[in-house]
DNA sequence: AACGGGCTCAACCGCTCTATT
DNA sequence: AAATAGAGCGGTTGAGCCCGT
């Protein structure tokens, strides 16, 4: 299989961009054949141009032909690139096959500058379409640390106690933690949310690292509406507390809901070996940050050393087993890059 | 207004793959 | 089976544009 010489490298043949004389040349001698090209090396000659045939078929494919959709790519189009490129990889021929109009060299430059920096942004690998290890990963722990007020004080205390949460997903996993000592353990598992379940929340880059490096395949798989609430209920310390979810009720939590969020998530009667839930009195309305504090520090403490005291798993790819979810981070992403 | 740095994307380069001889 | 021709693919480049200083 010898390379065969490029009529490219031939002297005279002109290169750079096309001019619209050459595009319409293009096009009117491959309209004339009624759209099919027999031989893109003898096009140029037949067509009078002074180009390779190469350069031709590239300013065809890539340009000139009719079915091409210009414009900007769409959500769901850029959440399908993802998608089949975690399956494929940069098989960008391959991938346009599945979007109608675009053109590999577009999916692929697209890809390059702007989905790219965006997954790097957003802690995650473009080519392994993994999480980025700890070492890599951008210390939303120390940055919060640096602004304490970005996180419930309860937390950035705690943080500090442990040396600092380096990672969003052992950020994650601590608020997971602080959850479940609050509950006693009944909501074990299902603090982090889900993208689609939590996509407002992401009204900051701390907030969608949190939610993309903990998100789906990560610590825990779902987010139920009572933890949502928690979750809120937490956020409601921060200064960066994010638009409520539209099943939310918005603003903050008030006793009542808060009794009403442990009633419900207290162990179901019956269940063995569960701690009983810490007395509802613990959580205050959100207008008290230092009682919540207070009466959450010495079960969160414990948490933390917990935390320590077990290795770190990191999980694994980021799932792609539906369309929405990417769509949903995506959208959640609009911070400019 | 001028300059410089960053970004975008059309186009090129060089390699591989497939069909043909 | 080997050589050749041609097309296609993925990586890279660079001109032009935009934006901040």
Redesign the pocket.
Request: charged share 20%; proline share 8%.
């Given at each position: 299989?010898?390379?065969?010489p490029?009529c490219?490298h031939d002297a005279g043949v002109k290169?750079?961009?096309?001019t619209e004389e050459e595009d319409r040349t293009l096009v009117e001698h491959i309209q004339r054949h009624g759209g099919h090209?027999g031989?893109?090396?003898n096009l140029p000659k037949a067509a009078g141009l002074n180009r390779c045939?190469?350069?031709c078929?590239?300013?065809w494919t890539?340009?000139l032909r009719p079915d091409i959709k210009r414009g900007n790519f769409t959500g769901d189009e850029e959440a399908l690139i993802i998608r089949l490129h975690a399956e494929l990889g940069?098989?960008?021929?391959?991938i346009a096959t599945h979007l109608d109009g675009r053109t590999?060299?577009?999916i692929?430059?697209?890809w390059?500058?702007?989905i790219r920096k965006k997954l790097l942004r957003m802690r995650i690998d473009p080519v392994t379409h993994q999480r980025l290890p700890p070492d890599d990963v951008l210390s939303l722990g120390g940055a919060l640390a640096a602004s304490p007020a970005g996180l419930p004080e309860v937390l950035v205390s705690a943080a500090a106690s442990l040396g600092g949460l380096n990672t969003a997903l052992m950020q994650a996993q601590a608020l997971q933690l602080l959850l479940q000592a609050i509950t006693g353990g009944a909501a074990a598992g299902s603090l982090v949310p889900s993208a689609s379940s939590f996509n407002s929340a992401s009204s900051s880059a701390a907030a969608d690292d949190a939610i993309l490096c903990a998100g789906r395949g990560g610590v825990v798989p779902s987010f139920g509406h009572q933890d949502h609430q928690m979750m809120n209920l937490l956020l409601s310390h921060a200064s960066y507390t994010p638009p409520r979810p539209a099943d939310c009720h918005g603003g903050n939590i008030i006793a009542s809901e808060v009794q009403q969020l442990m009633n419900a998530s207290a162990p179901v009667a019956g269940a063995t070996a569960e701690p009983p839930p810490p007395p509802a009195a613990a959580l205050v309305p959100a207008s008290c940050p230092e009682e919540v504090a207070s009466a959450a520090d010495r079960p969160v403490h414990q948490a933390f050393a917990d935390l320590l005291s077990e290795p770190i798993e990191m999980p694994g790819m980021c799932s792609l087993e539906d369309d929405l979810f990417w769509r949903d981070i995506l959208e959640s992403s609009s911070l400019p890059l």
């Amino acid at each position: 299989m010898g390379r065969s010489p490029c009529c490219c490298h031939d002297a005279g043949v002109k290169k750079g961009p096309w001019t619209e004389e050459e595009d319409r040349t293009l096009v009117e001698h491959i309209q004339r054949h009624g759209g099919h090209v027999g031989s893109w090396r003898n096009l140029p000659k037949a067509a009078g141009l002074n180009r390779c045939g190469k350069s031709c078929r590239l300013r065809w494919t890539n340009y000139l032909r009719p079915d091409i959709k210009r414009g900007n790519f769409t959500g769901d189009e850029e959440a399908l690139i993802i998608r089949l490129h975690a399956e494929l990889g940069n098989k960008w021929s391959t991938i346009a096959t599945h979007l109608d109009g675009r053109t590999d060299n577009e999916i692929k430059n697209y890809w390059n500058t702007h989905i790219r920096k965006k997954l790097l942004r957003m802690r995650i690998d473009p080519v392994t379409h993994q999480r980025l290890p700890p070492d890599d990963v951008l210390s939303l722990g120390g940055a919060l640390a640096a602004s304490p007020a970005g996180l419930p004080e309860v937390l950035v205390s705690a943080a500090a106690s442990l040396g600092g949460l380096n990672t969003a997903l052992m950020q994650a996993q601590a608020l997971q933690l602080l959850l479940q000592a609050i509950t006693g353990g009944a909501a074990a598992g299902s603090l982090v949310p889900s993208a689609s379940s939590f996509n407002s929340a992401s009204s900051s880059a701390a907030a969608d690292d949190a939610i993309l490096c903990a998100g789906r395949g990560g610590v825990v798989p779902s987010f139920g509406h009572q933890d949502h609430q928690m979750m809120n209920l937490l956020l409601s310390h921060a200064s960066y507390t994010p638009p409520r979810p539209a099943d939310c009720h918005g603003g903050n939590i008030i006793a009542s809901e808060v009794q009403q969020l442990m009633n419900a998530s207290a162990p179901v009667a019956g269940a063995t070996a569960e701690p009983p839930p810490p007395p509802a009195a613990a959580l205050v309305p959100a207008s008290c940050p230092e009682e919540v504090a207070s009466a959450a520090d010495r079960p969160v403490h414990q948490a933390f050393a917990d935390l320590l005291s077990e290795p770190i798993e990191m999980p694994g790819m980021c799932s792609l087993e539906d369309d929405l979810f990417w769509r949903d981070i995506l959208e959640s992403s609009s911070l400019p890059l």
